[in-house]
């Protein structure tokens, strides 16, 4: 067996698993070993019913004291179930697993597992595991990874089939010599591999993420490289020269630019108009008004009888812009343009040839920007929005469509500078660090459970003025896709409820999340937009970019499952207009660690001061738990947690860079070694 070869080349594996298989995208056993556990949890002794926590993830032993009843809500099927100990009742639930309601009976004894809520005057869980007493005994105490899963496939099969690998494990040549790996306290490629899915301790875990971090560190770094030497010293070839047409647009603006970002312009605009190609970084807080120093660019770019691209992460961010920028430049008379992913077939067609003639001179999209039908007409400027989401690759890809298009990046990901340096190698850095005068600050409060009467009380004022309220539920942890869909479509219909119960009022509560198409998440923000909504559940999605600036409350469930940067982003989501603004962290645990790093939000409103104080008080424990930015475009590397193995990558890159490549070139082959390419 070969890394290469299929994973019907594993013993049990079928034409049936296979193709379940190839739906998770791996199809080769390289595919299957580079498919890290989303997550690993333990399996600790049961606990009494009554001694339950909320928020966190627990096991009962109890016997099923009712029958399952079966209910059904926006054509999902749920199925109900009480059982109880001698402290307590639970009641448990699962989403779509209409078989269930047949296989419990009154009586019997099982340990669940689950997320523990409190809801309704009782103990909760939502799709808890369920085993026989025997069946948990053995996996109590060691460390089981949990694998995205799709029909048909289990974390157990993944974890079968890795097994079955086992051999080519072994097997591995590692790209690092055994000095480096002792040198920089790096685990071996074979020995990671191995742990990261099997592992034996929290010790040899941490360890072989590490090693995974250090990869894809190195991998980003040569990638880097490689596009800096091709591009940074690229001759300009289409210098830009229009400072007074920018200076009137920009005076027409309907407010005035603070000087971060008239410097931030200025800084463009001499690039543009200098010897060597543009390669820089806009780097601001979230709020600080990056996208109007990106449309200067634009303009700028169009002005000159040239094109510019923007491209966003997501679909809903690029008909954001794509509205924004059409109304700002409709009066010079320069024509915008959308391309997104889900647009038809014609409408595509269209659009490439619009702008291959030059008949639009500024478009905006997503992904769709890079495909190879797209050909531009005078491509002079790309700038990327929220760039963490796309790899080093896309980027080439689309700073290739030009002949050396100048390219300018938009990020709120604060970094401290020694990063930044690593990070960004290849661009120059401009930072705008100063908000646009009149925002009032933002007032934040971190409470619990015993605060949401007061909370919904709070949000109803709020709506009767109206305003607008933002409400973010986290991922749910467990081995379902599903239970994110589930999670926010529940707690909408619950907030519905208590809504029409406590207040009688006819109020617009809608829910999304990232599974709907991208077709019903551009209609709901629209609406959203447009007033039409007063309160939008919703999982993550709006996490990055979403500007509505009659929004005054962002309340954020579960609060203490998230990263602090992470709700810095989602904090500043409201603020962005002349309302008073408000933030309320709901934590599901009070215990003092949680609240403690939970109020450096209350205190400060600086990315930077919070990204360095999460970083400080991350326990041991939290290495893929809490993700520090869901705009980091790393599988398993943080820039924080493994900034260790950021500075390793830079200084090996440095120190045995060409040796490693010529390795790894000789080679030629596509193997583990090689590192996922980002
Ligand atoms: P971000 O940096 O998070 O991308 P945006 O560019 O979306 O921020 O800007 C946030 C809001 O602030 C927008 O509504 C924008 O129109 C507004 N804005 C930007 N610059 C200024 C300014 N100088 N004065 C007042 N409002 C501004
Ligand atoms: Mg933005």
Known sequence: MELNDSIKTIKGIGDKTASAFARLGIETVNDLLLNY????VTYEDPVDISDLQAGSRQSVRAVVNSRAEIRKVHGLT???????????TIKLTWFNCPFLRNFFHIGQ?????????????MMTMTQPEYYTDDKYGELTHVWQPVYTVTPGITSKTIQKAVRGAEEVIDRLEDYLHDNVLDEYHIMGIQKAIHSIHFPQDEQKLKGAVKRMAFDEFYSFISNLHRIKDDNVYAENTCIINC??????????????????????????????????VMNRLVQGDVGSGKTIVAAAGLYAVAASGYQGVIMAPTEVLAVQHYKELSSLFEPYGISVGLLTGSM???????MYSRIKNMDVQVVVGTHALIQDKV?????????????????????????????????????????????????????????????????????????????????????????SQGHQIY???????????????????EYTEELKKSIRDGYGADTSVVCLHGKMKAEEKNRILQDFADGKISILVSTTVIEVGINNPNATVMMVENAERFGLAQLHQLRGRVGRGNLQSYCIFMSGKKDKDTMERLNVLEKSNDGFY????????????????????????????????????????????????QEIDAKLINKGDDRLYTMPVL
Do not use: W
Not at 37 to 40: A, L, V
Not at 472 to 485: G, Q
């Open 37 to 40: 556990p989303r997550t690993y």
């Open 78 to 88: 749920i199925v109900i179930l009480y059982a109880k100990d001698f402290s307590g």
């Open 109 to 121: 004894e099982f340990v669940f597992v689950g997320n523990v809520a409190y809801k309704g005057g």
């Open 243 to 276: 400072d007074e047409e920018v200076r009137t647009f920009i005076e027409n603006l309907r407010f005035k630019l603070t000087g971060a970002q008239m410097n931030a312009v200025r800084d463009m605009l001499d690039d543009m108009r200098s010897e060597h």
């Open 344 to 350: 038809t077939a014609k409408e595509k067609r269209e």
């Open 375 to 463: 050909e531009y007409g005078r491509l002079a400027l790309v700038v990327t929005d929220e760039q963490h989401r796309f790899g080093v690759k896309q980027r080439e890809r689309l700073a290739s469509k030009g002949e050396a298009p100048h390219t300018l990046v938009m990020s709120a990901t604060p970094i401290p500078r020694t990063l930044a340096i690593i990070m960004y190698g290849d661009l120059d850095i401009s930072v705008i660090d100063e908000l646009p005068a009149g925002r009032i600050p933002i007032k934040n409060c971190v409470v619990d459970e015993s605060y949401r009467k007061t909370a919904l009380g709070f949000i109803m004022k709020e709506v």
């Open 471 to 489: 409400i973010v539920c986290p991922m749910v942890e467990a081995s379902e896709v599903l239970d994110d869909v589930a999670n926010v479509t």
């Open 610 to 657: 919070i990204a360095g104080e999460d970083l400080k008080m991350r326990g041991p424990g939290d290495f893929f738990g809490i993700r520090q930015s869901g705009e980091l475009m790393f599988k398993v590397g943080d820039i924080y947690n493994h900034a260790d193995m950021l500075r390793a990558a830079q200084d090996v890159y440095d120190r045995y860079g």
